[in-house]
């Protein structure tokens, strides 16, 4: 692994990509690292992504976390949840990775919009603005709320607003109070 001392998630997340590159898993940055990308700079002490996996698929890749070194975390959502699950992974040092599934509202076709992003040599597939935005309206807090309003700032002459529209929606009416609070102040 390349980490070698506490909070290097984002090198743990390197070699998170590598085994679900080897795993030919679908994946994308959320959370802070995908918010420092989309203009919002934020420390955060993890990492976050989402799979392109149903959760009855996360056993075998536990176990080929856990071959490799990894100290894992299954944690199934409910009923209720609007995420699946959440794998997660840390190492010796305590930096940690979350890998969600089965985000609810979250299509398929977010994995190929994704951007490329080079991190360390390497290169992160990161969630494209709309999707961001879209999630971040969906999780609600004040600081998802203020983080979709900094990315829309950052972001206002590339965002594709039609895309956000019909992402965000996917979210359910919240969302869409949110987004329509967050575009005509």
């Known amino acids: 692994m390349r980490t070698r001392r506490p909070g290097e998630s984002a090198l743990l997340l390197l070699d998170v990509v590598d085994l679900l590159?080897?795993?030919?898993?679908?994946?994308?940055?959320?959370?802070?690292?995908?918010?420092?990308v989309h203009g919002v700079l934020r420390a955060s002490m993890d990492a976050d992504a989402v799979l392109s996996l149903t959760t009855q698929q996360l056993g075998p890749l536990q176990q080929r976390f856990r071959d490799a070194g990894f100290v894992t975390e299954l944690r199934r959502g409910d009923l209720g949840d609007p995420i699946g699950a959440v794998l997660a992974l840390s190492d010796e040092f305590s930096n940690r990775v979350d890998l969600l599934v089965g985000l609810r509202g979250l299509e398929n076709e977010a994995f190929q919009r994704a951007i490329d992003v080079a991190?360390?040599?390497?290169?992160?597939?990161?969630?494209?603005?709309?999707?961001?935005?879209?999630?971040?309206?969906?999780?609600?807090?004040?600081?998802?709320?203020?983080?979709?309003?900094?990315?829309?700032?950052?972001?206002?002459?590339?965002?594709?607003?039609?895309?956000?529209?019909?992402?965000?929606?996917?979210?359910?009416?919240?969302?869409?109070?949110?987004?329509?609070?967050?575009?005509?102040?």
């Not at 590159?21 to 918010?35: C, K, P």
């Not at 991190?119 to 983080?147: H, N, S, T, Y």
């Not at 950052?154 to 329509?180: C, H, I, K, P």
């Open 119 to 185: 991190f360390q040599g390497g290169a992160l597939r990161v969630v494209c603005i709309e999707d961001f935005i879209a999630m971040k309206l969906f999780a609600g807090g004040p600081q998802d709320l203020a983080d979709a309003r900094y990315a829309l700032a950052a972001g206002q002459s590339t965002v594709d607003r039609e895309l956000l529209w019909r992402l965000t929606a996917r979210y359910g009416r919240d969302a869409m109070a949110e987004l329509q609070k967050l575009l005509n102040p």
């Open 21 to 36: 590159a080897r795993e030919q898993v679908g994946y994308a940055v959320i959370g802070a690292m995908a918010a420092s």
